[in-house]
């Protein structure tokens, strides 16, 4: 039977084991207190409710534990055989309800703040796609081919997830086009999806939302400071789950400003273009660069696909076919396999000169093309 001294000892050796393992990297394994008046008051309920937790652990198991070693069998004490004690009863009712009270009105006057998404400056719409994300910066814009819209994709290259080359700072953290928000700006959060379910997560704005297809839900942000604030999908949604990081660019409002019109600009630049006549040399040299961003992850990078999963574009099928149906399966994807629809991840002009690269790259030599402008009306029915 075990000495009284000699579990003392094993207790304190115990405790210290556990308060030096999570002291010694306190900061990796905490929550982090963020950039935003919410997330700080979320860390901030997060200590406090710790701490009353812990208190109460030390508490309760520290009677039970002294109990136990004060009244036991081997010092001569005798079980006592009362039913019930109803004061105490009573006692250990009321006070865990001043407790949960105590700590539900911090909490919910937190959660009201959180929820209350209203006057904002800048409205950002903010869709998840298998497994990418699209950021609008909704504007009054009569035009809505003119708004500031993009794709941000995963930057990490396949050789690094397979472990064929080296990895690199922020591996599968870092996308191209990152979300730019100017700081102290108050920032609404549009969150939908286009397929299945994701979650827009971002730890340093306390910011994490289901993106639902069919529904819009609201967040916001103020960010204080200037930086990059990098997060994930939350939400399984598919094999590339992992893929498809969130990255946020805080800058200073003038930044912000001239970054913005610089991508109206762009976006003006790109409408115009979609009226004119693109020569063959314009349609491939797009065609390769958006084929290579868009598509060469399935198809490979030389057309041949991975068949049976991904086919191949080379010489065979519905690339080689009928144009109309080759744009088809671009345009609307092909419901239940992983061909996705492409009418809203790319712009006419894109879709045109990727199905002309397709046509005539890898021997393919059709000769033929599609013009941006016929994308554009087959969209929009004008
Ligand atoms: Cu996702």
Request: glycine content about 6%.
């Amino acid at each position: 039977m075990m000495k009284l001294m000699q579990l003392k000892w094993l207790i304190s050796f115990a405790l210290i084991t556990i308060s030096s393992a999570a002291f010694a990297g306190w900061d990796d394994i905490n929550l982090r207190e963020g950039v935003t008046q919410i997330s700080r008051e979320v860390y901030d309920l997060h200590m406090l409710i710790f701490i009353i937790c812990c208190l109460i652990g030390v508490v309760v198991f520290g009677v039970m534990i002294i109990s136990m070693l004060m009244h036991r069998k081997s010092l001569g004490h005798e079980p006592a055989d009362f039913q019930d004690n109803h004061q105490l009863e009573i006692l250990w009712t009321v006070i865990p309800i001043f407790i949960l009270v105590a700590m539900a009105i911090p909490a919910t006057t937190t959660l009201n703040a959180m929820y209350d998404a209203g006057d904002a400056e800048i409205d950002i719409e903010v869709r998840g796609y298998q497994w990418k994300w699209q950021y609008t910066y909704i504007d009054d814009d009569p035009n809505p081919a003119t708004q500031v819209k993009f794709m941000s994709n995963l930057l990490t290259p396949p050789d690094e997830i397979y472990n064929r080359a080296a990895k690199r700072e922020h591996y599968l953290l870092d996308v191209d086009n990152p979300l730019v928000i100017p700081t102290d700006t108050r920032i609404r959060f549009l969150i939908t999806a286009e397929d299945v379910i994701h979650a827009w997560w971002v730890p340093d704005f306390a910011v994490k939302k289901d993106a639902v297809p069919g529904f819009i839900h609201e967040s916001w942000a103020i960010a204080e400071e200037p930086g990059i604030y990098r997060g994930q999908c939350a939400e399984l949604c598919g094999k590339d789950h992992g893929f498809m990081p969130v990255v946020v660019h805080a800058v200073e409002r003038p930044e912000y400003d001239a970054w913005l019109a610089d991508q109206k600009q762009a976006a003006q630049q790109a409408w115009n273009e979609t009226g004119k006549t693109w020569t063959m040399d314009e349609l491939m040299t797009t065609g390769e660069e958006v084929y290579l961003r868009a598509c060469a992850a399935c198809h490979q990078v030389n057309g041949q696909g991975l068949p049976p999963a991904f086919p191949s574009l080379v010489g065979q099928g519905i690339a080689v076919g009928d144009i109309d149906a080759h744009i088809d399966i671009i345009l609307n994807g092909k419901p239940g396999t992983a061909m996705q629809a492409f009418a809203s991840q790319l712009s006419p002009s894109e879709i045109a000169a990727v199905t002309t690269y397709e046509r005539n790259a890898w021997g393919n030599n059709l000769g033929d093309s599609v013009q941006p402008k016929d994308i554009n009306s087959m969209l929009t029915g004008q």
